[in-house]
């Protein structure tokens, strides 16, 4: 499929619903029912109030000749196996950069609505200012607004969804985007030889690799504990980056049937295996289920980057782990699989149960 197509293809929009900001401002007593959810309060919360989850060092893991290369590369791999999540340091991305990106999303979220609604995403389309995974006038809704763009490869950057208020923002979000992509194909080439794959084999699915941004705007709640910033997922790309914006905790994982509300480390990614890495994995790694709490005064702010393979991949399990044992997944073409995960309401792991053999 060529880039105009992709731009027109219709991957299913979002239903348009109230916007959480706004409705949150209100500061009524009682929320609207459609955002309670009986489930955020009968989970169990893990005991573990609070929880660093693993740090992996990419000093270490680039460095070859450093001491404790080989021993960060076995910790990346088992933090994989044994968690799918974890907090990558020293990552290399410019100070800069990721407090120039956090001054502006903060400055759009600020903006009165009219302005914003600007940017509001158009029929159909995930791309611009909404909520994303609205499919029926029943379900259930989160309480949080979003703002989506496709931001990689540039020739599927669809301009007239990028904000250009603040002055500054597409400008930060391309340097942004750019050193996140970096950051992600080096992930992938240790991750590929910790499968005992070489190091491109993994990576050559990546590289021009698409790369959706997700800003998401978690306004406080009076009810914080009856409702859910973002229904309990597994990110269908292969490889997520997650920056904190501010200093508001809310993601939560869930580790052993129990959720687990993760301490960011300051300064680092929140990195998660995806649905893809663990198809082409054959399952080796696997993605987590993970979601985000509200907070009952302060608002929260994240941007999670994803990436994914390139449109003309095949996502299944990579050749190489299946010469010896059988394919765990099923293999179905990027475009296939895009059209079938964008038409889907968020809803667990159900992607990869529906790919398994
Ligand atoms: C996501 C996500 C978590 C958060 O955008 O896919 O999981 O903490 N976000 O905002
Ligand atoms: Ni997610």
């Given at each position: 499929m060529e880039t105009q197509e992709l731009l027109s293809f219709d991957y299913g929009g979002s239903l348009p619903v109230e916007n959480v900001q706004e409705l949150a401002s209100k500061n009524q007593t009682k929320i609207p029912p459609?955002?309670?959810?009986?489930e955020a309060e009968l989970d169990p919360i893990s005991v573990l109030e609070s929880l660093e989850l693993p740090v992996i060092n990419m000093t270490k893991l680039l460095d070859?000749?450093?001491?404790l290369h080989h021993d960060e590369l076995a910790k990346l791999h088992l933090t994989c196996k044994d968690w799918g999540f974890f907090q990558l340091i020293n990552?290399?991305?410019p100070e800069e950069v990721i407090e120039n990106i956090k001054i502006d999303t903060e400055e759009f979220f600020n903006m009165p609505l009219e302005k914003k609604n600007d940017y509001a995403q158009k029929p159909n389309?995930?791309?611009?200012y909404g909520h994303a995974f609205?499919?029926?006038?029943?379900q259930k809704l989160d309480w949080g607004d979003m703002f989506y763009l496709?931001?990689?490869?540039?020739?599927?950057?669809?301009?007239?969804?990028?904000?250009?208020q603040p002055i500054s923002f597409r400008e930060n979000l391309d340097k942004y985007s750019r050193e996140l992509q970096k950051v992600a194909l080096f992930l992938l080439k240790f991750i590929s030889r910790n499968l005992g794959?070489?190091?491109?084999t993994l990576t050559s699915n990546f590289e021009d690799g698409r790369q959706g941004i997700r800003i998401n705007f978690y306004p406080p709640c009076v009810q914080a504990n009856k409702v859910m910033g973002l229904t309990p997922h597994s990110d269908a790309t292969g490889l997520t980056l997650l920056l904190q914006v501010n200093d508001v905790q809310g993601l939560q994982i869930k580790k052993n049937g129990k959720w687990i509300l993760v301490k960011p480390v300051p300064d680092a990614f929140i990195v998660n295996i995806g649905d893809v890495i663990e198809i082409m994995s054959n399952g080796e790694y696997k993605s987590v289920e993970h979601r985000a709490v509200v907070n009952p005064e302060k608002q929260r702010l994240s941007i999670a980057a994803f990436h994914g393979t390139h449109t003309k991949g095949i996502i299944g399990p990579l050749p190489d782990l299946v010469k010896k044992s059988k394919a765990n997944y099923k293999s179905i073409s990027t475009e296939d699989y895009l059209r079938f995960v964008f038409r889907k309401k968020l809803d667990g792991k159900s992607h990869v149960h529906c790919l398994k053999e």
């Open positions: 459609r955002y309670v959810r009986p070859d000749r450093h001491p990552h290399g991305v389309s995930l791309e611009g609205v499919l029926s006038e029943e496709q931001a990689l490869p540039v020739s599927m950057r669809n301009m007239r969804s990028w904000p250009n794959l070489n190091s491109e």
